[in-house]
């Protein structure tokens, strides 16, 4: 991939980055979305960044197949819409990008060594994506 995402600088000792591709369609139910009303399909190019200091059992900071299935097995070939998460905050990029951020997260805080995700990008086509980062 060799895809460029924006470096967050940080203090951690290990930073572990993943990507995926996944194909998904979904559609912005309101009119000033324009032509984005009508459901239409990308495939989605994400990176998770994950941090920490310390590895775990195996000498993981967090296994990458993992990650994967976290998202890619919940949103590969769905219409987004149809998820509960985004019943009341469209899937745009952006709503995405945080809707990831908080299941990872939600995974990393059930381990052992406790890694932390810094950022999620969400690139829908090749011109446009999305930074998350969660506040402190």
Do not use: W
């Amino acid at each position: 991939m060799n895809t460029y995402f924006p470096f967050t600088p940080h203090a951690f000792r290990y930073e572990l980055h993943k990507e995926m591709h996944l194909s998904a369609a979904h559609f912005i139910p309101a009119e000033s979305a324009g032509k984005c009303q009508r459901i239409h399909g990308h495939t989605y190019q994400i990176d998770l960044m994950i941090v920490g200091d310390e590895l775990d059992a195996n000498g993981f900071l967090i296994d990458f197949k993992l990650l994967k299935s976290i998202v890619h097995d919940r949103y590969d070939h769905t219409l987004l819409n149809e998820h509960p998460e985004f019943r009341v905050l469209h899937p745009t990029t952006e709503v995405m990008a945080k809707t990831i951020y908080t299941f990872i997260q939600e995974y990393l805080d059930g381990t052992s060594n406790k890694p932390s995700c810094l950022q999620v990008i969400v690139r829908e086509t090749p011109t446009s994506y999305v930074v998350y980062r969660p506040k402190k």
